[in-house]
């Protein structure tokens, strides 16, 4: 696979870390927004490289963080019918809701199928047409143009048997949740490359004006993050709040139209819950009307399926960057991957089991 | 393929009667003649050499049963045979257990036996007693196999996890995460194909080669489920002391990484099913890996890490860039990720 070796480059890396060792003449405190970032950031061990000022704190990008439980609750409520084939990405099947996970549901006699694409289970809904073939699409712009063209490709072929629970986040309203929050420490951001590869950045340019942080679109290899960062403190050093792309093999200003077009398409902006955090006013996505009859949770009646996230954990507090994973009195003790109590140590892109995968309770 | 009355496996194959006795007589006991099983008793009485007994179990569910690169059959012998060799035994004999699904198209019941057939005469074991039992359709996924193995150890052959010593090195006999993500790509409703082969294979011979290069050899065992990283953290919490690996060390086939990187999974918790990890004295370590280099299943060895004091009963990584982090234990079955 062409471009791995390259971006894992120690020489090109060493030099980034240089360029950002001569440039940070103050603290700052940067965040990566995407739980992909993060996890590079700890399986490489890239905050053990960085200047003592300069620190990184973890954002809210992590899709299977932030689904709230009650997503989750209906989904199992779902799962557990006899007619309904359930189908999810494979890291979704883990995340517990209130009582259950759909491993478990499945156990039971659920029929519950890990798919790689919401093409996937469209096709099941082809061969199946006996049986109720849900998707469970949650996701932050990334996998919105996916799951909307599942949705119209539905609707074309009359698969009146293929509905989805949609459960669509979107970054830059978390962004401004976050600047705007009485306690905010971030004052730079790495943006989510791939959401950025859909959406372009034209919407992150009021927000580095609005508030005076400098944004920069960045990869998910270490010669990326590396150079995203050496962008955003050279930005941050020469206070110039811009928005600049580190991701150029990737990403567009304009993003990609023909993605965003089947997104406006299907979806339409609308209020989120996030878990850990709350609600976010139109930080969501959610099925247009006309495509109501593909929506889940309409279909099945789970409405009215409403979990409230109990109140054990920090995860809100780690998912806005004011605090650290290992600062929580639970972490690794009452909270482990195996027996999470809230959204970030669930998904193994969440901050919480990043650290507690990499560098648990020992002095490196 | 003997001509049968039937295309596929009924329940009466595993009644008793006379299809019984076609499917084990024509079908079966034709691939694993040995002087045991051809007595047709039901056990197998073996003369073996002096010396303690090696014994191991276990069973075969893998899916789909056709993968590239092997299938079910020659990862039940080539399974055992290493689990029994990795105390340093020789493996003498097994016994194959099968679990039919009514159902099973007959040729596909063949083809395993010969592929079964084939690796039982490279790992140089007879198969010495076996069962057959058949299900309805759905009680089992198509077909099942247990294998159980006996081997003999050698006088003055002691390994074990506990004799690892902080400065022993820590060898890898190739490439990682082959047959894990061999069988992940085939799996259907993946959707892409790919290049990447299974690594089953049998090595008792590259266990022998290790005893005669270097006869202090502390443990061996095969990361199978759970991968390298498992084996490493069973190693350092049974020892009681840290290992540390160093990451530009850890051979992948590019193919393998590529297929990682897009499934979202980290290939040092990815099953392999012909290697081998072996803790050497540290100045033993160049000879162990000249030799197992000489040897078809040992080509790509090469030392991935060392027995440390610190960090006692945890396995760590110094990682591309110079950073340290833990490689931990796995939670439970790596799941794609959404993005």
């Known amino acids: ?364 | 393929m003997p001509i049968l009355d039937h295309d596929t496996v009924q329940l009466a194959h595993g009644a008793g009667g006379r299809l019984s006795a076609d499917l084990i007589g024509r079908l079966i006991l034709p691939r694993f003649t040995s002087p045991e099983l051809d007595r047709l008793e039901d056990q197998a009485v073996l003369d073996l050499p002096p010396g303690r007994l090696a014994f191991s179990t276990d069973t075969f569910v893998v899916s789909p049963i056709f993968f590239p690169g092997g299938d079910i059959g020659e990862l039940a012998i080539n399974g055992t045979v290493n689990d029994v060799a990795m105390c340093g035994a020789g493996p003498v004999a097994l016994s194959v257990g099968f679990v039919l699904e009514e159902g099973l198209p007959l040729a596909d019941f063949h083809r395993i036996l010969c592929s079964m057939e084939a690796a039982a005469k490279r790992a140089g074991v007879r198969v010495v007693t076996g069962d057959t039992k058949v299900v309805g359709r759905g009680a089992c996924d198509r077909i099942f196999i247990n294998t159980s193995g006996l081997g003999v150890v050698p006088a003055g052959v002691e390994l074990g996890a506990g004799l690892i010593r902080p400065g022993d090195a820590v060898v890898l006999s190739g490439t990682l995460a082959d047959h894990g993500m061999a069988v992940m790509t085939a799996r259907e409703g993946l959707g892409f194909s790919s290049t990447v082969r299974s690594d089953t294979a049998a090595l008792n011979g590259l266990v022998r080669l290790i005893l005669d290069v270097c006869p202090g050899v502390r443990a061996l065992r095969d990361p199978t489920r759970g991968g390298v990283a498992t084996t490493l953290n069973e190693f350092a919490c049974a020892g009681g002391v840290g290992i540390v690996l160093e990451e530009a060390s850890l051979p992948v086939r590019p193919d393998v990484r590529g297929a990682c990187e897009i499934l979202g999974i980290d290939p040092l918790y990815v099953a392999n099913e012909g290697k081998l990890v072996a803790v050497v004295p540290a100045d033993a370590a160049e000879a162990v890996v000249a030799a197992m280099r000489g040897h078809e299943h040992g080509r790509g060895a090469v030392v991935i890490g060392k027995v440390t004091d610190e960090h006692a009963s945890r396995v760590t990584m110094i990682t591309g860039l110079g950073a340290r982090r833990i490689v931990d234990m796995p939670v439970g079955e790596q799941l794609p990720r959404i993005c």
């Open chain 1, 1 to 364: 696979m062409k471009h791995l070796e390259e971006y894992r480059d120690p020489r090109l890396a060493r030099a980034l870390l240089d360029r950002i060792a001569a440039t940070v003449t103050r603290p700052w405190t940067v965040m990566e927004v995407c739980g992909g970032q993060t996890h590079a950031i700890m399986r490489h061990g890239i905050d053990q490289l960085l200047p003592p000022g300069l620190t990184l704190v973890h954002g809210p990008g992590c899709p299977v963080c932030v689904t709230p439980l009650e997503t989750i609750d209906r989904a199992l409520a779902i799962a557990a019918r006899p007619e309904v084939i359930l189908a999810s990405f494979g890291d979704m099947l883990r995340v517990p809701g209130s009582r259950d996970d759909l491993l478990r549901v499945k156990s039971r006699g659920g029929d519950v199928r890990m798919v790689a694409s919401p093409l996937e289970a469209l096709k099941l809904a082809r061969e199946h047409p006996d049986r109720e073939v849900v998707f469970l699409a949650v996701g932050f712009e990334t996998t919105a143009p996916g799951n909307a063209m599942a949705v119209k490709q539905a609707a074309a072929e009359g698969l009146t048997n293929f509905s989805e629970i949609v459960s669509h986040v979107l970054v830059p309203p978390a962004m401004e949740a976050i600047l705007g929050s009485p306690g905010n420490r971030v004052q730079g951001f790495l943006a989510a490359g791939h959401v950025c590869a859909v959406m372009g950045w034209r919407e992150y340019e009021p927000i580095a004006a609005k508030h005076g942080v400098p944004i920069v679109p960045t990869g998910f290899e270490p010669v990326d993050i590396l150079e995203g960062l050496a962008t955003v403190v050279e930005l941050l050093e020469a206070g110039r709040p811009a928005v600049v792309n580190q991701y150029r093999r990737a990403v567009r200003r304009e993003g990609n139209p023909a993605a965003r077009a089947a997104i406006d398409e299907v979806f339409a902006v609308c209020d989120r819950k996030w878990r850990g955090i709350g609600l976010i006013p139109r930080s969501g996505l959610g099925l247009r009307p006309e495509f109501a009859a593909h929506d889940a949770e309409r279909k099945f009646d789970v409405g009215d399926i409403v979990t409230e996230e109990p109140a054990v954990c920090i995860s809100g507090l780690i998912l806005q960057g004011l605090k650290k994973p290992d600062q929580c009195p639970a972490f690794g003790t009452a909270c482990t991957p195996l027996h999470p109590l809230g959204a970030t140590m669930v998904s193994s892109e969440g901050a919480c089991a990043a650290y507690h995968r990499y560098a648990r309770g020992i002095e490196l």
